[in-house]
C-alpha cells in the first residue's frame, strides 16, 4: 500500500460538489453547468461553446451567475476560438485579450501527431519529431522556425508518465534549456515552457487546457471538459459479439466500458483485472525503444510486422482455444469467453 504525503508547498484544497451524474456543479463555490450532451459549459470564470460533435470551439469570459444555454450566455469578451479539420483534428486557435484578436495559429499533423505550426500566411513558426509508433504519444525533438539545422534542435525529455520534464540543446553541449513542472492534476509551473508538456499532450496556453485529441483537459478543475466517447468501444463490442457469438464473460482488464456493458446488456458478464486480458493485450506489442530492446527486435520494421500478424496466426495454434469437455468453452483473443457445445470446434 502506499500513500502521497508530498504535497508541494502552497498546494490548495478545493471543495467539489457533485450530482446525481457525478458531474461537479460547484468547485470552492463557484457553479459550474454542464449541457444535455454532458459538456462542461462554464465555470467561476469562462464559458465554453461547443460544436454538433462536441468539440470545444470558443471560450467566452462568463457573464452572471446562470448557466449558458443554446441561445444564451455567450455574450462575454471572446478569449479563444478553436476550429478543426474535416478529421476531426485542431486546426487553428485564435487568441483573443479583451476580445481583440492577438494570435492565429494553425496545426498540422501526420495522423494524430502533431509535427507543424504556422501562421495565417502560411509562415512555419515550429516543426516536431515524435518516436516510430503510431498513435504514441512521445514527442521526442522540436525546432522554432522552419530550419531543422542541429543548432536549432531542442530534444524533449519525459518521465515515466510520458510528461515532459526537462529539454537540452544537444548542439551545444546538452545545455539544459528548460525543466517543467507540474501539480498532481498537471497544472504547469510558471518556468514551463514547450507545446508539449503532461502526459505529452499539446499544452493550450491561451485556454489552460490540455488537447487530448478526442476531448480538453482542465488542471485547475482536474477533469476532462467532455464526456467520454463511447461510440468506439460500442462498436468495438458489437463487432466481437456478432463474430464469437453471445459470450458468458467479457475481460476488459482494467477498463469498465460501463456505457457500453449497459446498452448490450452485459453488465453483469463483464470481469475486471490486470490478467485477465492478456492475450488480447500481448497482441499488441509495446513499440518504445527501451521495450524493444527487451523483445529483442534489432528493428522497428521487424517489429511492427510481427506485430500486425502475431495476433492472427497465434490464435490457430494456441491449445486453450480448443474446446475442453471438462470446461465447456473456449477463449478468443479479443478477451471473451464463450460458450460451445462439445464437439463444435473442428
Known amino acids: 500500500m502506499f500513500a502521497w504525503n508530498a504535497h508541494p508547498t502552497g498546494t490548495t484544497t478545493a471543495n467539489y460538489t457533485v450530482n446525481g451524474l457525478n458531474q461537479y456543479t460547484q468547485i470552492n463555490g463557484n457553479g459550474i453547468c454542464h449541457d444535455a450532451n454532458g459538456n462542461l459549459t462554464a465555470d467561476g470564470t469562462y464559458a465554453y461553446l461547443y460544436d454538433n460533435e462536441n468539440r470545444l470551439v470558443q471560450m467566452r469570459a462568463r457573464v452572471g451567475s446562470t448557466c449558458p444555454t443554446n441561445t444564451t450566455g455567450y455574450t462575454g469578451a471572446l478569449s479563444a476560438q478553436l476550429e478543426y479539420d474535416p ?73 515515466a508518465r510520458g510528461s515532459i520534464v526537462y529539454s537540452t540543446n544537444r548542439w551545444r553541449w546538452g545545455v539544459l534549456t528548460s525543466a517543467n513542472t507540474y501539480d498532481p492534476y498537471g497544472v504547469p509551473g510558471t518556468g514551463n515552457t514547450g507545446r508539449f508538456q503532461y502526459t505529452g499532450q499539446i499544452w493550450l496556453e491561451a485556454l489552460g487546457l490540455y488537447y487530448y485529441k478526442a476531448r480538453m483537459y482542465s488542471p485547475t478543475l482536474g477533469r476532462f471538459m467532455q464526456k467520454r466517447d463511447t461510440k468506439p468501444a460500442l462498436k468495438f463490442f458489437r463487432k466481437a459479439l456478432r463474430c464469437q457469438g453471445q459470450a458468458e464473460k467479457i475481460a476488459t482488464g482494467d477498463l469498465k466500458y460501463p456505457s457500453s456493458m449497459r446498452e448490450l446488456g452485459n453488465e453483469s458478464r463483464r470481469e475486471m483485472g490486470r490478467r485477465l486480458n492478456n492475450r488480447a493485450e500481448n497482441s499488441h506489442l509495446p513499440f518504445r525503444r527501451r521495450e524493444r530492446v527487451m523483445q529483442r527486435f534489432r528493428r522497428m520494421k521487424s517489429l511492427q510486422n510481427f506485430a500486425s500478424v502475431h495476433a492472427n496466426i497465434y490464435n490457430h495454434f494456441n491449445s486453450v482455444q480448443l474446446c475442453h469437455c471438462c470446461a465447456n468453452r473456449r477463449r478468443v483473443a479479443v478477451g471473451l469467453t464463450a460458450s460451445l457445445p462439445c464437439g463444435a470446434l473442428p
Request: aromatic share 12%; no cysteine.
Open 87 to 159: 478529421m476531426g483534428r485542431l486546426y487553428e486557435v485564435r487568441s483573443y485579450t479583451n476580445g481583440a484578436l492577438t494570435d492565429t495559429r494553425r496545426f498540422l499533423y501526420d495522423g494524430d501527431a502533431l509535427v507543424g505550426e504556422y501562421s495565417t500566411s502560411g509562415t512555419m513558426l515550429a516543426r516536431y519529431l515524435h518516436g516510430p509508433a503510431a498513435g504514441v504519444d512521445d514527442p521526442l525533438v522540436s525546432f522554432a522556425g522552419s530550419t531543422t539545422a542541429a543548432n536549432n534542435a531542442i530534444y524533449l525529455y519525459s518521465d
